[in-house]
Structure formats: C-alpha cells, structure tokens
C-alpha cells in the first residue's frame, strides 16, 4: 500500500509532538510505503528522526524561501487568466455568508490548482494586478463604513501571505493510495492536489485543532488587522473544505471532532482515536528530587502559555522557598523572542535563580523524573502527548482544563482553568506539601494511561482506516469517494489526471 503523509513544519523536521507521533506510526507499519510531505519554513531545515525503509520519498515544500521562479512577471494571457480567480476568492474571503463563500471556495481553489499547472501562480499574485485587484475588493467592502480601511502596504502583505499559503498547490503530487494529513490546514492543499489528479482517498487526522491555535496565535502576530482578518478567513474556509474533501475524519479527543462538525464535518465519517504512548519507553518513575520541583515539557511557544506557569510558580515559591522550576523543550526559529521574553519574566518576578530553562532531555522521561509534580499550563491543546507520558511515567500531574486535557486525564491528576496563576500555584503547593496525595494521584495516572491510551491501540485503528481506503477495499458505512471535479466541474479523465475541458477566464 502507498500513503502519502503530509504534515506542516512536523516530521521528519521536528521532535514535538506530531514528529515523534509520525515516526512511531511510519516505524510500526514497515508494510506500507510512505512518501513524506512536510511544509517546512525554508528548505535547510535538518532531517532529526531516522527514516526506516519504508520511506519511499521525502519532498518538503518551502513556504517561505524566496525563489527566482517567483520573480518573473507574468504574462498578458495568464494575468487574464488569473483574474477572474482572485476576484472569486477574495470574494469568498470577505464574504458575510459564510455558508455560501464556502460552497463556491473549493470550486475557486481548483481552479488556482489548474492554474498553477500552466502558469506561475506566485507571479500572478505578486503583480501590480493582483494588488490592484484587492484594493477594490477592500474598497468595495468598506465604502459604507464610516472609518479608514486597509492600505496598499497591507494589500502587498496580505498577498504575499496567500502566496506563501497556497505555494503547495504548484508542485505536482505523487499518486497514491491514500493522503494521510496529520493536520488540517496548509498540509490539505498537497491532498487535494493528490484526489483532483489521481482521486486518491483523503483521511484528515487532527490531533490539535489547527484553526483554534490559529485564532490564538494571530493576535499576536505583527500584521494589522486586515491582514489578520483576510488570511484566517483563508485558513477557515480550507479548514472546512477540507472537513468536506475528506473520506474519514480522526480526531484526537471529543472537543476536536466538535469543531470539525461546527464547520460542516459530516459526523458519520468522523472518529475519535487517542494518540497513545508506547509504555516501554516510560515505565513506572522511583523516587523524587530532593528539593519539592515542578517540572514542565514541551515545545516552547506561546500556546504553551508558560509565562502563567511562571508567575504560579512565584506564588508557590513564596510559599514554599525551597521549590524549583525546571522547563525542558527548545524554541522553534519563530519562538526564540517569546523564550527570552520568558526568561525575562523569571527575572522580573525574582525567582530566575529557582528557575532552570534546560532546553530539550536528551531522554523526555527524564523531563517528568526531574519533578515531583509535572504541569501542563497550554491555553489550547488537543490530546496532550506530554501529560499523557508523564501520567504513564506516575508522575502526580497538574493541567489547564483546554481541548482534551479533562477526556485525557480524568479523575487522575488536578485540573486548573487556563490562564489562572494563582488557581495553579494552590493546586501545585497542594501536591507539593502532600506526598501521600502524590503517590496515590501518581498511581492512579499510570494505570488510566496503561489501561486506555496505549500506542498500539492507536496504530491498529490507522491500519485499519488506510485498509478501508485503499482501493478495492470496503469503505466505512455511509462514505463514498466521489470522482474528481474541475473547478467548472466537468469530470476528470482518470487515467491522465487532466480535465475534459479548461478552466473559463
């Protein structure tokens, strides 16, 4: 069997959570060949996991690295082309009827998918045209708002956005069995290429929800609002056309599969698969540190909310002057400013000398040794690997009530709201200052993990939903696979992949 298993900025490029994740799904089934797709940031990034046999083919996609094929200007035929297109999916974009933009936006990115088969559809959006093209479609939205709208800046900048968005649909897909997206968003446009040419099955697996964290982490980025606001739309509405374009749906806990069905996801395709630990790799943890310790593990990133996590563990520091704070997990190339702005806050607050940020364990299992009680302090998760580890090391464990956290922990560990030091700081002095607490919590945390969050577990269910879409074989009741549309939706000839007649201008 042939899959193609795409993810963003993940495996084999990354050791957080969906890198490791892939690398133990990829390693348990040596019987299926994998292609992998990764949209990375540039190209230079290095390959950090061993890739078994069964990795036929490693393409990554840069997102962001400037190339000369995109410098050229494109052409009269094509800019006449091309316009129409953009009208369409700006169109959708600003759009108020959400319902009605999203039934027309599938339609409009196959036609940019065509597109970018003839043309250069990076050259096309970074023309004087298409900048032309979005002041009118912003002009046309705010000539009845009484107050000043977007600029020719963000214009440029939100163009510029699309294009790094939409690069995946310019590079011609592999035929395969099935598309394996390990999350929705960018990583669906290498899919759907792959099920407009070659039909092939999509299964959308979601183990964080993309478009909430994209929602959180765009109210900080540097971009002004109308920026912000024309590129979530983008993403929302290919989150949930994606939702549409998928064979099966896999979330990672009950609060995704809601948000999948709140944009249009039909439930009868959507199930539920807990991620899973391998419980070799953390057996039981003996013994605590000397001094009373938190220890946290993780991707350092602002969704992981550690300046709350800070600020508890000044409180609990206050109260408890022996206590420690140990952080393992390294920053991305994007996140490195939101570390020091970390290590400043330990600074600020006085407790940077009970404060060690150690960067990644060589060993993550030696992360949840280092502490007594482990913290989870994330404002958005799914279904958390981290705390799920910890809890099959039997480590007592402290987390922020977001995502699947409660589904993943149960009645095994303290649950805290998100973004409420002084909520954390009791729960954790609590655990703290009672050992025998720990240890029941601790022992109750392991046998949950043992008893339902196994990997292999995880992995059977995989093999059987690529066993279901592969061809020839029995799809899930109630799913079909309809054959591939062009964007005019005339059928796709099967054998070359191409459309039966063009896409009108």
């Known amino acids: 069997m042939r899959v193609?298993?795409?993810?963003?900025?993940?495996?084999?490029?990354?050791?957080?959570?969906?890198?490791?994740?892939?690398?133990?799904?990829?390693?348990?089934?040596?019987?299926?060949?994998?292609?992998?797709?990764?949209?990375?940031?540039?190209?230079?990034?290095?390959?950090?996991?061993?890739?078994?046999?069964?990795?036929?083919?490693?393409?990554?996609?840069?997102?962001?690295?400037?190339?000369?094929?995109?410098?050229?200007?494109?052409g009269r035929r094509a800019r006449a082309q091309f316009r129409p297109l953009l009208w369409d999916l700006l169109r959708c974009l600003l759009s108020d009827r959400i319902e009605i933009a999203g039934a027309r936006f599938g339609d409009v990115l196959r036609g940019l998918f065509e597109f970018a088969a003839r043309e250069d559809l990076s050259a096309a959006l970074r023309s004087e045209d298409s900048l032309t093209i979005l002041a009118s479609a912003w002009s046309e939205q705010w000539s009845k708002v009484d107050q000043p709208g977007p600029n020719l800046l963000d214009a440029g900048t939100a163009l510029q956005l699309l294009d790094r968005?939409?690069?995946?649909?310019?590079?011609?897909?592999?035929?395969?069995?099935?598309?394996?997206?390990?999350?929705?968003?960018?990583?669906?446009?290498?899919?759907?290429?792959?099920?407009?040419?070659?039909?092939?099955?999509?299964l959308l697996a979601e183990h964080d929800v993309y478009l909430r964290e994209r929602y959180l982490t765009g109210r900080r980025n540097q971009y002004r609002w109308p920026v912000k606001a024309l590129h979530l739309a983008f993403l929302r509405q290919l989150c949930s056309h994606a939702y549409h374009e998928a064979a099966v749906i896999v979330t990672g806990n009950v609060d995704a599969r809601r948000w999948a069905?709140?944009?249009?996801?039909?439930?009868?395709?959507?199930?539920?698969?807990?991620?899973?630990?391998?419980?070799?790799?953390?057996?039981?943890?003996?013994?605590?540190?000397?001094?009373?310790t938190i220890s946290w593990a993780g991707r350092i990133d602002p969704v992981k909310d550690l300046e709350t996590l800070l600020r508890a563990f000044a409180l609990v520091h206050r109260g408890l002057p022996t206590s420690r704070l140990r952080l393992f997990g390294d920053p991305t190339p994007d996140t490195e400013d939101y570390l020091r702005r970390c290590q400043r806050l330990a600074a600020d607050l006085g407790i940077d000398r009970a404060v060690a940020f150690e960067g990644r364990a060589l060993r993550t299992r030696d992360a949840y040794a280092a502490g007594s009680v482990v913290v989870l302090s994330a404002i958005s998760e799914s279904f958390p690997r981290t705390l799920i580890e910890a809890m099959t090391s039997g480590r007592a464990c402290?987390?922020?009530?977001?995502?699947?956290?409660?589904?993943?922990?149960?009645?095994?560990?303290?649950?805290?709201?998100?973004?409420?030091?002084?909520?954390?700081?009791?729960?954790?002095?609590?655990?703290?200052?009672?050992?025998?607490?720990?240890?029941?919590?601790?022992?109750?945390?392991?046998?949950?993990?043992?008893?339902?969050?196994?990997?292999?577990?995880?992995?059977?269910?995989?093999?059987?939903?690529?066993?279901?879409?592969?061809?020839?074989?029995?799809?899930?009741?109630?799913?079909?696979?309809?054959?591939?549309?062009?964007?005019?939706?005339?059928?796709v000839d099967q054998q070359h992949g191409l459309p039966s007649t063009s896409v009108p201008s």
């Open 4 to 74: 193609t298993l795409i993810n963003e900025s993940a495996y084999p490029y990354s050791r957080g959570g969906a890198g490791a994740w892939c690398d133990q799904l990829v390693h348990r089934l040596p019987d299926v060949a994998f292609d992998l797709v990764s949209l990375v940031a540039t190209g230079t990034e290095p390959v950090v996991w061993r890739l078994p046999d069964n990795v036929a083919s490693l393409t990554a996609f840069p997102l962001w690295e400037p190339s000369a094929r995109h410098r050229h200007r494109s």
């Open 398 to 491: 402290v987390a922020t009530d977001v995502g699947g956290v409660a589904e993943a922990m149960g009645d095994a560990g303290w649950l805290v709201p998100p973004r409420d030091p002084a909520a954390m700081a009791q729960a954790c002095l609590a655990l703290l200052r009672n050992a025998a607490i720990r240890t029941r919590l601790g022992a109750a945390a392991r046998s949950r993990a043992l008893s339902g969050l196994t990997l292999d577990r995880a992995i059977n269910t995989f093999r059987e939903i690529y066993n279901e879409l592969a061809p020839g074989r029995p799809l899930p009741a109630g799913v079909q696979i309809p054959r591939p549309r062009s964007a005019n939706g005339s059928q």
């Open 261 to 292: 069905r709140k944009l249009g996801a039909d439930p009868r395709i959507i199930r539920t698969v807990h991620s899973g630990i391998d419980p070799a790799a953390f057996p039981a943890i003996q013994g605590e540190p000397r001094d009373p």
């Open 165 to 202: 968005s939409l690069r995946p649909l310019s590079q011609p897909p592999r035929p395969a069995d099935v598309v394996h997206c390990v999350s929705n968003g960018l990583a669906v446009l290498p899919a759907l290429a792959a099920k407009w040419t070659h039909g092939s099955a999509i």
